[in-house]
């Protein structure tokens, strides 16, 4: 029997060696996916810097844009100030779908936030929508 020629010392001798083995391949593995997160985290953030959300003259005055693939909507409360937000309203994940009047409308429950900063109009929503990163070069909106 095989159970029968174990011997009870080389038990923790054996586990302590699978568990080292186990936490070098662990700290390997991680040591690689940190470096290499590292590098895709700038190289993300690149890609991100150069991503062109839209022209300027989609965004009325007053109004906004989602744009739905980014998770952004882009907002113009004055005539040339541009804000951007996370288009997932903020009570329960949907996205927002209409900005008009000063106002992001959530068509889920119809919560509304402010175009100008985010802030809760109405709810159900209890919390502003997250600003977003927008930079304006010409007449293009990117992702900054």
Same mark, same amino acid.
């Given at each position: 029997?095989? +159970?029968?020629?174990?011997?009870?010392?080389?038990?923790? =001798?054996?586990?302590?060696?699978?568990?080292?083995?186990?936490?070098?391949?662990?700290?390997?593995?991680?040591?690689?996916?940190?470096? !290499?997160?590292?590098? +895709? +985290?700038?190289?993300?953030?690149?890609?991100? +810097?150069?991503?062109?959300?839209? %022209? #300027?003259? !989609?965004?009325?005055?007053?109004?906004?844009?989602?744009?739905?693939?980014?998770?952004?909507?882009?907002?113009?409360?004055?005539?040339?100030?541009?804000? =951007?937000? %996370?288009?997932?309203?903020?009570?329960?994940?949907?996205?927002?779908?209409?900005?008009?009047?000063?106002? #992001?409308?959530? *068509?889920?429950?119809?919560?509304?936030? %402010? =175009?100008?900063?985010?802030?809760?109009?109405?709810? *159900?929503?209890?919390? *502003?929508? *997250?600003?977003?990163?927008?930079?304006?070069?010409?007449?293009? #909106?990117?992702?900054?």
């Amino acid at each position: 029997m095989a +159970s029968e020629s174990l011997h009870p010392a080389s038990a923790p =001798a054996r586990r302590t060696v699978i568990a080292a083995a186990g936490a070098a391949g662990l700290a390997v593995a991680l040591t690689a996916c940190g470096s !290499e997160d590292s590098a +895709s +985290s700038d190289a993300d953030a690149d890609s991100d +810097s150069g991503t062109v959300l839209g %022209s #300027i003259s !989609e965004i009325p005055d007053g109004g906004g844009k989602v744009f739905g693939d980014q998770g952004v909507v882009v907002t113009q409360p004055t005539t040339g100030q541009f804000k =951007a937000f %996370s288009s997932k309203c903020t009570h329960q994940g949907c996205a927002v779908k209409d900005v008009a009047d000063g106002v #992001i409308v959530c *068509p889920c429950h119809d919560s509304r936030f %402010s =175009a100008t900063d985010g802030s809760v109009k109405q709810g *159900p929503a209890t919390e *502003p929508l *997250p600003a977003a990163r927008i930079k304006v070069e010409g007449d293009e #909106i990117r992702l900054a």
